[in-house]
C-alpha cells in the first residue's frame, strides 16, 4: 500500500493556491540547497577552489529563503488557524526548512574546507572514501526531497534507512584520517580539515532523514523521532 498525501481541496480556493505556493517554495529552496551540496562535494574531490568560492557566496540565498518561507507559515498560521491535515503541513514546513537551512550551512563549510585545503597543499581526493561519502549523502538528500515533493511515507522510510551506511563509511573515513595523522604527523592540520568536511556530510545525512520523518509525520501524524521506524510503522 503507498502511502502518499495531497494537499486538500477547501472552500477557500485562495487558501489552497497559498499551500501549493509555500510548498512550491519549499522545493526551490531544497534544490537549492541540494546544488550547493554538490557543488561543495565536487569543489572538496576536485579541488576547485572556484567551484567553492561560489558555494560560500550562495549561502545567503539559502538563508533567504529560510526566512521568506517562515515568515509565511507565521502569516498562515495567524490569518487560517488551520487544523488537522493542514496544520502538520504547516508544521512539517517549518521543520524541514531549518534541516533545508543547516544543510546550507553544511555545504558551505565544504566550500570554505575547500579553500583551506587548497592552502595547505592538499588534495581532499587523496582519501577516496570522502568521495565515496559525499555520494552516498547526495543520493539520500536527493532521496530525501523526492519523497517530501511526493508526500511518499515508503520513500521516506528507504531514505531514512540510507543514515547507518553513511554513518558507517564517516567512521571508517575518521579511522583511516587518524591512522595518516600518526604516520606522517606533517598532515594533521590539513587531515583535520578533511575530517572536518567529512563531518560536514556526516551531518547533512542526519538533516536527510529529519525531513523524511517529518514526511512520516504530515502523512500519517506519527512521530518517527528516537524510535524504530520500521518496528512502529506497518507499512
Known amino acids: ?65 529560510e526566512v521568506d518561507i517562515d515568515e509565511r507559515c507565521v502569516q498562515i498560521l495567524a490569518r487560517r488557524q488551520p487544523a488537522a491535515g493542514d496544520l502538520r503541513l504547516v508544521v512539517a514546513i517549518i521543520k524541514t526548512i531549518t534541516d533545508l537551512e543547516r544543510i546550507g550551512d553544511q555545504a558551505e563549510k565544504l566550500g570554505r574546507n575547500q579553500l583551506e585545503l587548497v592552502q595547505s597543499g592538499l588534495n581532499a581526493s587523496a582519501f577516496v572514501q570522502i568521495e565515496h561519502l559525499g555520494d552516498h549523502v547526495s543520493k539520500m538528500l536527493h532521496s530525501a526531497l523526492d519523497a517530501f ?38 598532515t594533521i592540520k590539513s587531515a583535520i580539515r578533511v575530517s572536518w568536511s567529512a563531518r560536514a556530510l556526516e551531518r547533512i545525512g542526519d538533516h536527510a532523514k529529519n525531513i523524511c520523518e517529518y514526511v512520516v509525520f504530515l502523512v500519517l501524524g506519527k512521530d518517527v523521532r528516537h524510535v524504530d521506524a520500521l518496528d512502529e510503522l506497518d507499512l
Open 149 to 186: 515533493a511526493r508526500m511518499n511515507v515508503e520513500d521516506a522510510m528507504k531514505t531514512i534507512a540510507m543514515d547507518e551506511r553513511i554513518n558507517a563509511e564517516f567512521e571508517a573515513l575518521s579511522r583511516e584520517l587518524i591512522t595518516h595523522m600518526m604516520e606522517d604527523p606533517r
Open 1 to 65: 500500500m503507498t502511502h502518499e498525501a495531497h494537499v486538500s481541496g477547501h472552500i477557500s480556493k485562495r487558501f489552497d493556491q497559498e499551500l501549493e505556493d509555500i510548498r512550491n517554495q519549499v522545493l526551490s529552496m531544497g534544490g537549492l540547497v541540494e546544488t550547493q551540496v554538490n557543488n561543495g562535494i565536487r569543489a572538496l574531490v576536485e579541488s576547485d577552489s572556484k567551484i567553492a568560492e561560489s558555494v560560500v557566496s550562495n549561502d545567503h540565498k539559502v538563508n533567504r529563503m
